[in-house]
């Protein structure tokens, strides 16, 4: 590998991870609720983005997708119940069992918290040329996809990886 693909691949690890560690921190959070005019805290928003995704999971579902253990997923999704962004429905399929559901007040919070999220997205990349932005767009879902079979599914990215 040459000392160029070496550097170029530095360089965007570098700035992913400034931009993933930056945009999850409790105060960008803080400022993304208060502009929504959402109080959404940061494990409600992640259940309420798998609950969008999935439209309702069980407590063992979610916390395999949220990569935690139950007893900490029960209590987020507690939280989130009280403040009137989830419920719980019996499991049609087991009635033993409960399913998770976002409520539309859940369901809305998100969407607000999402616009706002969308709009500073836009701001960011507003003085480029319009091609950059339609293609800056198009290699972001291309890495997400690659990135993402290999994070999710297990499938490298790399040639005979």
């Not at 959404?40 to 997708?65: F, G, M, N, P």
């Not at 119940?81 to 998100?110: I, K, N, Q, Y």
């Not at 507003?126 to 999710?152: G, I, T």
Request: glycine fraction near 6%; charged fraction near 30%; aromatic fraction near 6%.
């Amino acid at each position: 590998m040459s000392g160029d693909v070496e550097a170029f691949g530095r360089d965007l690890n570098e700035a992913l991870d400034r931009l993933i560690r930056r945009s999850g921190l409790p105060r960008v959070h803080q400022r993304l609720n208060a502009t929504a005019g959402v109080s959404l805290d940061r494990s409600s928003y992640w259940l309420a983005s798998w609950l969008t995704d999935a439209e309702s999971l069980r407590l063992s579902d979610l916390a395999e997708v949220l990569h935690t253990d139950l007893s900490t997923v029960s209590r987020q999704v507690q939280a989130a119940e009280r403040a009137g962004l989830v419920e719980r429905r019996p499991d049609p399929s087991d009635g033993r069992a409960s399913r998770v559901h976002l409520t539309a007040g859940g369901r809305d919070a998100l969407e607000r918290l999402r616009a706002v999220q969308r709009a500073e997205i836009l701001a960011a990349i507003a003085d480029w040329l319009p091609e950059d932005q339609e293609r800056f767009a198009e290699l972001m879902r291309r890495f997400a996809l690659s990135f993402l079979a290999w994070a999710v599914d297990g499938f490298s990215a790399r040639p005979g990886g």
